[in-house]
């Protein structure tokens, strides 16, 4: 099993914070790694996705890629009460398949 | 260009009855897909379309049946319902190939009573 591991939360900032969210994944030949946002009663969006280890950088966003280490997470600057979200992180699998973490749950608080 | 759409957005039904839910996509990709999402569960694959004609048991396809109609359209079947499937379904598609971003549908929330 292909297992996709993510702190559920909540996780609760400030307004103006950077904001943290983890993902450890276990298929090690995994090449694809994306971060979906999920506000409440909504289907999931798409933020960013990475393939390469190291930083990528959009807007407030940044996602971080260590294949070594099986983790990917994302960051988001000068947090704002918008953000408060489920984020939930996906990966491809070497089986071709995506498997998707349970999310963790982000609040800002103003 | 709507993406990806859903219906019905809500629907309740009795233990035992029959429904389908209809997903399309005129984003001309190949390839969709059908999750549920329970709480604490997170997104869970049922069945999925890698192209048209072609169709695959996901991570919980007991209780379903799925249809690729066209490129399109790919429905999802509750022949006999029960309060387990009690859940939200999403449809996704993606272009297909080499791990390309999926695109979500709405979602319906389906209530069995």
């Known amino acids: 099993q292909k297992e996709v591991e993510q702190n559920s939360g909540p996780l609760s900032v400030p307004e103006g914070a950077i904001a943290s969210l983890n993902c450890t994944y276990s298929?090690?030949?995994?090449?694809?790694f994306f971060w979906y946002r999920q506000y409440s009663g909504k289907s999931p969006e798409l933020i960013m996705f990475i393939y390469s280890n190291g930083d990528k950088e959009d807007g407030r966003f940044t996602a971080q890629l260590n294949k070594a280490s099986q983790y990917v997470s994302l960051l988001i600057r000068d947090s704002q009460p918008s953000d408060s979200a489920t984020y939930l992180c996906?990966?491809?699998?070497?089986?071709?398949?995506?498997?998707f973490g349970k999310g963790t749950l982000l609040t800002v608080n103003p | 260009n709507a993406g990806v759409t859903q219906t019905p957005k809500f629907q309740v039904l009795k233990t035992g009855q029959s429904m389908t839910l209809q997903c399309a996509q005129d984003?001309?990709?190949?390839?969709m897909y059908w999750y549920r999402q329970d709480p604490g569960m997170g997104l869970r694959l049922i069945y999925y379309?890698?192209?048209?004609?072609?169709?695959d048991k996901g991570e919980v396809p007991n209780g379903y049946n799925v249809s690729r109609l066209n490129k399109r359209e790919f429905s999802l079947r509750l022949e006999s319902a029960a309060p387990s499937q009690t859940s939200v379904y999403f449809c996704?598609?993606?272009?297909?190939?080499?791990?390309?971003?999926?695109?979500f549908g709405p979602g319906t929330r389906l209530l069995v009573l």
């Open positions: 298929d090690r030949g995994s090449q694809s």
């Open positions: 996704a598609s993606e272009f297909g190939g080499a791990e390309e971003t999926q695109y």
């Open positions: 984003m001309n990709h190949n390839s």
């Open positions: 996906a990966v491809w699998n070497s089986n071709y398949k995506l498997t």
């Open positions: 379309s890698a192209s048209e004609g072609t169709t």
